[in-house]
């Protein structure tokens, strides 16, 4: 029997837990509807997102509520926010096992699932299976191995079997959560103090025109020749067509496109030819539906890049502008704009004040503060297993102490909170930075159902590795009390290997730190110029650099001024077609603009569509053909790894500073007498001209 901490009832400790949960609860809501349509979302994924969220969210206040829950009885006054074991030890057991279902199992299910392109749910159900249960199988096939690594060491028995499935997890979580931790802990305060500069975050915003917008076109062309399959589909009344009229009928849909609109009109007049197979399939009509989702889905996020990097440019030159004048005035705030954007709280002096001096001030304090917090949590890694009581966290959470024996007060249970917070918090951001992530993006108001399971899945999996990181921080003393550290840690600890990997392995959050800070992935980049080393996102462009901050600034420029491509384009469609045939999608747009690419389906025609950019490479397939095996998938991306590669800058300069010998060049009347020959005379190896060898 567990024994009871205290014979105390904790009735305000309680209190305040249950205010807690309310509060997160709130909190994790208004995240989902901040991302995602509420009444259009299906309730079944709407409850695993929700919950996905939620658990990791009380892992930031249950570890402070274990580390003060663990205090010997007696001292209740100093241990803080306490609760009794029972309730600790059943709120992790939910807590993980929940998690641990949700991140292997209940999410990758939905996501394929929601992205497997057929209309019938089981359809749907056997391609999500299909999916996972090959990813299952590799993950078992290098599970075995250290099953039998637990079975030397530990013996066959049950405790050995869940000791090897936590410690795989929890290894896999915590090689993740390092890497993407170290990465944010250098990104988050570097951004803070770059942007407190109003004129170099316009530069930046200049600079990075182009390349949103390049890939905002390469999405509507994309868009647009799926469209156009969609579109000589539906010309079909026949064949294997004919049983398939319904499913065609919702791409359409999906795709806006109504009858009356001819297909000349709305592409532009000059699309290249549709290659549509003579046997339609109920699998080729679910790869179509997948790419049109998909394809939907980047338009919208790379329209709503555009239209925040737009809005955010123009509100940094305004602020720029009233330098001279001491009064700041924003356009008038749009109906898509939050609420705190339409209050006028400020007056046009205060408000500059605001902008210019207070809040650039509080960037570069907020910014020193956490690169301070940054560096602290990189020491602590570094020092924890040679010289603990050196780490800094360990100092600033343990406050209280009994005797020999440390103890966590309230302090240490919100300073712990912070922690934890901004541990997660940089790791969480990182996956929105790193182009590794196959494309997958938040979009605010449409985000892809799949995204929304990747993502949700992604906080779940890194929270309880990073969570327990966090306290092994802290003093043997105080977290091999704990809980956590009974359910977890002991049986990572199991086994001299899950040991040294737990103490060890978080020293490489080195790594990515100094890859971060001093540009090394930005290095790598221009050394492998042309292959696919750090971007390996599907959207991913290669055209990096195209384009200068003039051209991005003419870019914002136009688009302010409403004399952009598309939205001449529009009105040029409106007019001819007699008015909009057909609902579209709407996606908000920069506050102060009067026109979107995405408010209408008119895309723009095959000239003269890329602005920014000399040449426009092939977009890759994004799906490879379920009957290529392994070896011809590899093939593939060599084949087209190879056919991308260009020359390194340093090895195009190499040799252009070494001159030829004097024997070689010969005299200048004998070269430029030679320079008018077309033919080829060995004896000018030797420096002769017209006859003569020199020796």
Known sequence: MIRIASSSSPVGSEVFSLFALLIISLVVLLILRYYLPLRTTPSFYLVPIFFALWLPSIVIILVPVDLASSATPGDDATRGIWLPERVILVSWRITYWLTFALTWFILPILAEYSDAGYREPKDKLLYSLRGNAQFHVTVLGFGSIGLVYFFITSGFNFESVKGLVMAL???????????????????????LIRGASISGRLRRLQSSAPKVYEQMEDSLMNLEDIEGQVSELARRKGGSALGFQDWIEELQEIANMPESQPRDLRFGGESDPVHIPHVVTAKYLADLTRKLVRAKHTRSRYVNAWSRLVAEAAQTQNILDAVASKKLEFDQASSHDHWWNKMTILTPYTRYLFYYYALPSAQIMLGIFLAAASACIVWSEVVKVAFPKLSVIRLSVIHHWVGDRAEVGFAGQLISSFWICYMCAAALISMTEVKVWRGRALVRRNTAHESAFWYAMQVAKLTLPLSYNFMTFLSEQVYEKT??????????NLTPLGRWFDDLFPIVVLFPVFATLFGIYGKVKRLFVGMDVIDEGEDATTNFGTGSWREGRDLINRELGGNSLFQRREEAIARLSGGNSGPVLSIPSARGLSSSPARSPARLPNAGRRIGATARRPIPEEDTPE???????????????????ETPQWMQDFGQGVKKPKWMQGDNNAGESSGNRTGTDFRRWFGGGDGQIRL
């Open 169 to 191: 997890a929890y290894c896999w979580g915590l090689i993740l959560a390092i890497y993407l931790m170290g990465h944010g802990l250098v990104s988050i305060p570097r951004r």
């Open 483 to 492: 809980i956590y550290y009974k359910f977890l840690g002991k049986l990572i």
């Open 627 to 645: 009957e290529d095996n392994f070896f011809q998938i590899l093939g593939h991306r060599m084949k087209n790894t190879i056919d991308t590669l």
